[in-house]
Every structure is written in C-alpha cells, then in structure tokens.
C-alpha cells in the first residue's frame, strides 16, 4: 500500500513537471508572441525622415508628439524618444519622437518715441522684453521716451531675447531750445519764447491776406535748435495792410 502511494506521489510530481514545462517554453510564448518582441533602435540625433523610414522598415510605426523650438540640436533631429533605445517591444509598436526644430525668430518693433512703460508693454506682447536700459540728455525726444534701441527696428531676434534702449531726460540743463512759433499769434508766441526763457527780438511786417493779422511767418532761428545761452528771437508778423503799420508808427511818435 506504501509503494503505491509512493508510486503515485512520485507520478504526480513527473506529470506536473511536464505540465509547467509545457506551458513555460511552449503555451507562454504563444501567448505572449515572445517570438515577435524586438529591441528598439536609438534614433536620437538622426533626422526624423530617416528615423521614420527606418522605424517602418523594422516593422514599427512613428509618429512625431513634440517640437521642441532650439539652437542646441539641428532642425529636423530626433531629441528624444518612447519607447527608449534598448527596450524590447512588440513589432508594430507606436514609436514617439521629440524633434528639434529651429528657434522662431521675432521682427524688432520700432519703439523709438515711446515712453518707457509703452515699449515695455509692446515688447512683452511678442515674447520680448528689455535687457538694458541707459539714459542720457536728448532735445530731440521728451523725457522719459525713447530716444534708441538695439536691436534696430526690422531686425530678426530669438523670442525671448532682451533689448537695449537710451530713455530721453529731456533738455540738457542749462540749455535752451528754440520753440516752433510760426502759425501762432504775435501775443501767444511772446509767451512762448517767455516760457522757453528766451526774449522778443525785432519784429518785422509782411503783408499776407490769406492769415490772420499778426500770425508768426517765421522767425530768425530754427525751431529746435538748442542753445547754451538765452538770446533774442525776430519774428516776421502777417498783417493785411502796410498802412496801417505805418500810421501806427506814426502814432507812437
């Protein structure tokens, strides 16, 4: 009775062993296709129309998930990818790719005669911002606007890349700029020169019936131009008859 159950025991173990043999080197792999399983290749650094091709021709497909916009790597290279090199895959497998592609480049906006605050703004609009600011006296532009930028308007930058600009204080102090006069009157351009601390010089007289009397017509020094030294400033005055400033000169005798 012994040996028969020895017997049987022993019988059983042979037969579970063959069973477990079966399955691990026959069932499973079916199963899993273990035979169809292939590693897959490093396509970093290759161009992605090869990477492409040669993902087909190993029985994978490919498809592009990501740009990465970059001056590190050549456009149309393969940066990265998923499955990673090494990793053993079925064929027919999704293979994703990272390419890189060359940075967006940006047109320089023309800031000149902006205040600070509004080329700031339009800068950051665009993906742009200020690198460096420098200041310095310009009678050409008013304070707090600018008078220069680098790069010029209509060049090419990297988004995110920062300009240089000069910010305008305005009149050098203890200088003095020529204010525009013509087309004003004779009283508003007196207080023009007052404010701009120069003084009414020889006032001449023209006839012009098309403006009205004593309109400014010109004047002896050009508008904007600045002086280190307040000066006097003759002005050519409309008038509809010559007359009749003679008469009132003859009066004023």
Request: proline share 7%.
């Given at each position: 009775m012994l040996k028969k159950i020895i017997n049987f025991t022993i019988a059983l173990l042979v037969s579970s062993l063959l069973i477990f043999i079966i399955f691990d080197w026959l069932i499973m792999p079916i199963y899993i296709r273990k035979g169809n399983s292939v590693v897959v290749m490093n396509l970093q650094g290759k161009d992605v129309r090869k990477a492409l091709k040669q993902l087909e021709f190993e029985g994978f497909k490919g498809e592009?998930?990501?740009?990465?916009?970059?001056?590190?790597?050549?456009?149309?290279?393969?940066?990265?990818?998923?499955?990673?090199?090494?990793?053993?895959?079925?064929?027919?497998?999704t293979v994703r790719l990272k390419v890189a592609q060359q940075e967006k480049m940006l047109i320089v906006p023309n800031l000149v005669g902006q205040s600070r605050r509004s080329a700031e703004i339009s800068l950051q609009q665009i993906g742009l911002n200020i690198d460096t600011v420098y200041t310095e006296y310009n009678p050409d532009y008013q304070k707090g606007t600018v008078a220069w930028q680098f790069p010029k308007f209509g060049n090419q930058i990297k988004k995110g890349y920062g300009l240089q600009l000069t910010i305008s204080m305005g009149l050098p102090p203890d200088f003095f700029q020529v204010p525009q006069l013509y087309g004003l009157s004779l009283n508003n351009a007196k207080k023009q020169l007052a404010n701009a601390k120069f003084s009414l010089g020889k006032v001449s007289y023209q006839q012009n019936e098309d403006l009205i009397p004593y309109t400014v017509l010109d004047q002896s020094i050009k508008p904007g131009t600045v002086l280190d030294e307040s000066t006097k400033i003759n002005l050519v005055v409309s008038i509809l008859d010559l007359q009749d400033i003679f008469d009132k000169l003859q009066s004023e005798k």
């Open positions: 592009i998930f990501d740009t990465l916009y970059t001056s590190k790597f050549d456009p149309e290279t393969i940066i990265d990818q998923y499955p990673v090199s090494g990793s053993k895959v079925k064929r027919g497998r």
